[in-house]
């Protein structure tokens, strides 16, 4: 006799669900026996903390295009599930939470856990119910998969711990809810521009002589139509960090990443280009875009509701990026003249030199640049990297060059620490068969360390380079630029993360001097299993953006004063391959 928790699975389970990230509690106990009796068709994977659960469901989502899942009991576990379904939501990602509840009776009358999860969940949910009993969750089961995957967000379903068990003898049915009436599949669809908005685009592409593009990870499934593009617009290519593998880091047309964590060349094209082609991307950060009225602009994007968020289009292209590209390339024009691109290549050069120096820098203390690209330079052809949130984003995204065959995954509209691991977690259960790579800080690694012993417990074959700094770098640059503020609060107790991931079960490793890189990573890399390599680098080591703008000069030397380490910021500040002989480079006021 099939009662409600069965239906849930059963119902996952036709839809192709395969795995479920949770934490057991008493108030999912029936879910958890349905899970149990289910093993041979659907994956429990037991997690350190709900919020991980969810994390690894975006992950998940993010790694295979297909529904995570994330199961929490009431109360306090739905409530940890929040910051990762955050992610989802904004990430665009497919994800189904399930909650417990207390018993159905005894619910808003102040018992323990009486968290009422369907209202805390009203923001982060575009699907979001309470199932009130066996027959009930035959539809609305299917109808929270079907809603997560087609509007590409987070669904939800709360469950009262007594409902959980309820069948569908006891539970009754309406005269008007016949069995059967709604299908376990999605219908797909086709998306495609609208021809008088395709037509303008096309001409405004043809007739403009410095064209642009930015590409995000809506441009993941176009990246041979991409690089078509690219060629017959003579275009650069920037790239929004979530799109970092659309285009390989290394191809003639990509000047890199865009913004605080991006290259000086795709700063320079966004403000010399009089024509910007937008692919799948919402990058927030529109003064890295270029002055409005400057160039004329078309975008790409499967939702219509986000065409011209960041700056003002002409053409706004609906539609899915790979048919659209298609459709744009038949009708697109060689361009002769490719000297935009060309200059945008000599930046370029430039760029990596100077990157190359940081790279190469033996000072003391170790200086986290070093470690990162001597890291990156041991990643798989098909490996897959995550990052957290944090300095380690921008030593990432600058100095490790991926190719079209690897991924990589960080909280992009989120920002969110402590997202890493939990991302490495779920691309290894997605991919059992590809190399994992993750680059963390101190900060956010010690927020869910706990889940580095999920990765020893699943086997997998992870690489964790975390840079012990002690010190949120990113937030203490950020009170110096932004505000002239002088840096507070931002130390960290010291952890010893090799002795941690040891105590794990796993092996740990400690690089503290230039000459210890090569060996250390030669070593750790060896090892087959989960390793964690912790670099102690220099926490006075400056985050600069590509070019620094004359107001956050000012800001630093209001700041630098009352910060402690202010002499060595300032020396590390003057050795700067992205300053010029010491002196702050300006973009003006």
Not at 363 to 369: E, F, G, H, I, T
Not at 455 to 478: D, F, G, S, T, Y
């Amino acid at each position: 006799m099939a009662n409600a928790s069965d239906i849930l699975v059963d119902t996952l389970i036709e839809w192709g669900v395969d795995v479920v990230f949770g934490l057991p509690g008493d108030g999912i106990n029936g879910i958890m026996e349905a899970l149990r009796t289910r093993q041979d068709r659907i994956r429990f994977v037991q997690v350190r903390h709900e919020a991980s659960a969810a994390f690894m469901a975006s992950g998940y989502a993010r790694a295979t295009g297909k529904l995570g899942v994330c199961l929490a009991t009431s109360g306090p576990g739905g409530t940890n599930l929040l910051t990762g379904l955050y992610d989802a939501k904004l990430d665009q990602l497919p994800v189904l939470a399930v909650t417990g509840m207390q018993f159905h009776d005894l619910l808003h009358t102040f018992t323990q856990q009486d968290v009422d999860l369907t209202r805390v969940f009203n923001d982060v949910a575009l699907y979001n119910a309470t199932v009130h009993g066996a027959v009930h969750m035959q539809n609305v089961a299917s109808l929270a998969c079907r809603s997560a995957l087609t509007g590409r967000g987070v669904a939800h379903l709360s469950i009262a711990n007594d409902t959980q068990e309820q069948s569908v003898e006891e539970g009754g049915r309406s005269r008007r809810n016949k069995p059967g009436h709604a299908p376990n599949r999605r219908f797909p669809s086709r998306s495609l521009p609208d021809q008088a908005q395709l037509d303008h685009a096309v001409d405004l592409l043809n007739g403009a002589e410095r064209v642009a593009i930015l590409a995000g990870r809506g441009a993941l499934g176009a990246r041979g139509e991409l690089a078509r593009a690219a060629d017959l617009l003579a275009a650069p290519v920037a790239k929004a960090l979530l799109g970092k593998t659309v285009m390989a880091d290394t191809h003639p047309h990509c000047t890199g990443g865009i913004g605080i964590l991006g290259t000086a060349p795709s700063q320079k094209i966004m403000k010399d280009c009089d024509a910007l082609l937008i692919v799948g991307s919402s990058f927030p950060y529109i003064e890295y875009y270029p002055e409005p009225g400057k160039a004329r602009a078309v975008q790409i994007d499967t939702n219509g509701q986000r065409i011209g968020l960041r700056y003002p289009v002409e053409a706004g292209l609906v539609g899915d990026a790979g048919e659209t590209l298609r459709l744009l390339n038949e009708r697109l024009q060689q361009k002769s003249d490719r000297s935009f691109l060309r200059s945008a290549q000599r930046d370029m050069v430039a760029w990596r030199e100077k990157l190359g120096a940081m790279e190469e820098d033996t000072a003391s203390p170790l200086k986290p640049a070093a470690v990162v690209k001597a890291f990156g330079t041991r990643i798989a052809e098909n490996g897959i990297l995550v990052t957290d949130s944090g300095q380690n984003t921008e030593l990432g995204a600058r100095h490790i060059d991926l190719g079209l065959e690897n991924d990589f995954a960080v909280s992009g509209a989120l920002a969110s620490m402590a997202s890493a691991i939990p991302f490495a977690v779920a691309a290894g259960i997605a991919h059992p068969h590809r190399p994992l790579y993750a680059v963390v800080g101190d900060g956010g690694l010690a927020m869910q360390l706990g889940e580095f012993s999920t990765a020893v417990r699943q086997k997998l074959p992870l690489k964790v380079l975390v840079l012990r700094n002690e010190m949120l770098n990113q937030i203490a640059w950020e009170q110096m630029m932004f505000l002239g503020n002088p840096q507070f609060a931002c130390e960290l107790a010291p952890i010893n993360f090799a002795m941690a991931a040891e105590a794990m079960g796993a092996r740990g490793f400690t690089i503290e001097t230039p000459a210890q890189i090569e060996t250390v990573l030669d070593a750790a890399f060896s090892i087959e299993g989960p390793v964690l390599i912790q670099a102690k680098v220099d926490r006075y080591e400056p985050m600069l953006p590509p070019i620094l703008p004359a107001d956050y000069a000012r800001n630093l030397e209001k700041a630098l004063p009352e910060t402690p380490g202010a002499s060595q910021i300032r020396n590390n500040i003057a050795r700067s391959p992205l300053v010029d002989a010491g002196r702050f480079e300006s973009s003006g006021d």
